[in-house]
Each structure stands twice: as structure tokens, then as C-alpha cells.
């Protein structure tokens, strides 16, 4: 049986810009960081206002922890020849919560779907290779609930399994948030269900 993958992969800040040259058209590769539609729209803009000039400005982009949503948009290139190129780049290196934009400055001579294609994939493979790539755990956050006399028990278990805790709100009536990496949840749920005095919730 396959296990669900608990991990993805993003890049930490913006790439720096990179150019491929075809035939006296110029592309010029971005990636970024986003975790919005409204974030890649104002990414998008930005690039507009700074290559007025360009001809077209075409991107993908992929969001969520779990590769949820994806766009591919060809700006008026020929249909798949440039938004889809892209986005295989975004499959290739298996990455999420990330926008690439090629900004094409039209040379005076026509490429053909074929080279556009080309240019459009190397373009965004350029801007991804020169993007620092992580990999991060997809986690799920529990609120744990206990009175303060139970607080030893629940900190070796916290200490045991090696959690984090987000936050934690240490009275008579003691609240912690902690984050469990996704493929350990089910477990860690079922030790505090079964820790006498302690309630768990998944937020």
C-alpha cells in the first residue's frame, strides 16, 4: 500500500532573473514564493509595470501542501505553448507554493510553436535552478487540553516523541498546540486518548 506523501517541496525566496535568447526574442524567468492568488497577481503586475514593453508575460503556478490547485496561462502565445511548458517545469522539479513568469520581448522573427515550447521550458527550468528548493514536512496541529497536575505526564510524552509545541498556556487549566508531522498524527492522537486526564482536538 502506497503511504500518503507527508512532505513537499517550495523554494524560500524569489529566483534571481534569468534570460534565454532565441532568434532575437529575449525570455526573461522568474520564480516565486507564493502562498495566494493574490500574492501571484500582485507578482504578476509588478513584472508588467517593470517590462512594460514586453510582448507577453506567461506563467503557472502551483499551490498547496498537498500540490492542490495549479494554473497554466499562454498570455496569447499559441494555445499550450508556453502556460503548459511552464507548469511541466513546476512537475518536474516537484514543486508547490511557487509562481514562474517568462516575460518574452518578441524579436522580429517567428519561433514556431516547437522552438516557443523550448524557449518557454528552458526559460523556467533557468529560473527554478536558480532558486534555493526545500523540503518541508506537512504537519497537523492538536490542542491538548489537561489540568496542571497531569502536566509531567504530557510533557515526556511531548518530549518522547519529539513534538513541537506552538504554543502552550500553563495554568490550573493548561492548554498546548503542538504539530505533529502528518504521517505520525494517528498515532499520537491515540496515546493521548489513551493518557488519563488529557483531551486532544485536531485544529
Same mark, same amino acid.
Given at each position: 500500500m502506497?503511504?500518503?506523501k507527508? #512532505?513537499?517541496?517550495?523554494i524560500v525566496k *524569489?529566483?534571481?532573473?534569468v534570460?534565454?535568447k532565441d532568434?532575437g526574442s &529575449?525570455f526573461?524567468?522568474y520564480? =516565486? *514564493?507564493?502562498a495566494s492568488e493574490?500574492?501571484?497577481?500582485n507578482h504578476? !503586475?509588478q513584472?508588467? &509595470?517593470s517590462h =512594460?514593453?514586453a510582448?507577453?508575460w @506567461?506563467y503557472a503556478w502551483?499551490?498547496g &501542501?498537498?500540490? !492542490?490547485?495549479?494554473?497554466?496561462?499562454?498570455? /496569447?502565445?499559441?494555445?499550450?505553448s +508556453?502556460?503548459? *511548458?511552464i507548469y /511541466?517545469q513546476?512537475?518536474s =522539479? !516537484?514543486? #508547490?507554493? @511557487?509562481l514562474v513568469?517568462v516575460?518574452?520581448? =518578441?524579436?522580429g #522573427?517567428?519561433l /514556431?510553436?516547437g522552438r516557443?515550447?523550448?524557449?518557454?521550458k528552458?526559460?523556467a527550468?533557468?529560473a527554478?535552478?536558480a532558486?534555493?528548493?526545500?523540503?518541508?514536512? %506537512?504537519d497537523?496541529?492538536?490542542l491538548? &487540553?489537561? !489540568?496542571? *497536575?497531569e502536566?509531567? #505526564?504530557v510533557?515526556?510524552?511531548?518530549?518522547?516523541?519529539?513534538?513541537?509545541?506552538d504554543s502552550?498556556?500553563l495554568?490550573?487549566?493548561?492548554?498546548?498546540? %503542538?504539530?505533529v508531522?502528518k504521517?505520525? +498524527?494517528?498515532k499520537?492522537?491515540d496515546?493521548?486518548?489513551?493518557t488519563?486526564k488529557?483531551s486532544i482536538?485536531k485544529?
Amino acid at each position: 500500500m502506497e503511504t500518503e506523501k507527508d #512532505t513537499y517541496k517550495t523554494i524560500v525566496k *524569489p529566483s534571481q532573473e534569468v534570460l534565454y535568447k532565441d532568434r532575437g526574442s &529575449k525570455f526573461f524567468g522568474y520564480a =516565486f *514564493p507564493v502562498a495566494s492568488e493574490i500574492e501571484i497577481k500582485n507578482h504578476i !503586475d509588478q513584472l508588467k &509595470k517593470s517590462h =512594460f514593453n514586453a510582448r507577453h508575460w @506567461c506563467y503557472a503556478w502551483q499551490l498547496g &501542501k498537498s500540490y !492542490d490547485s495549479f494554473r497554466a496561462n499562454d498570455d /496569447g502565445e499559441p494555445s499550450n505553448s +508556453a502556460g503548459m *511548458p511552464i507548469y /511541466g517545469q513546476l512537475q518536474s =522539479f !516537484d514543486i #508547490t507554493n @511557487c509562481l514562474v513568469v517568462v516575460v518574452r520581448y =518578441f524579436g522580429g #522573427t517567428k519561433l /514556431g510553436v516547437g522552438r516557443l515550447i523550448q524557449a518557454y521550458k528552458a526559460a523556467a527550468k533557468m529560473a527554478l535552478e536558480a532558486s534555493k528548493i526545500v523540503e518541508r514536512t %506537512i504537519d497537523v496541529s492538536f490542542l491538548l &487540553k489537561f !489540568d496542571y *497536575p497531569e502536566m509531567n #505526564t504530557v510533557m515526556r510524552i511531548i518530549k518522547d516523541e519529539k513534538l513541537s509545541i506552538d504554543s502552550q498556556k500553563l495554568e490550573m487549566n493548561c492548554e498546548i498546540k %503542538i504539530s505533529v508531522r502528518k504521517k505520525e +498524527a494517528q498515532k499520537i492522537e491515540d496515546i493521548f486518548n489513551n493518557t488519563y486526564k488529557v483531551s486532544i482536538k485536531k485544529l
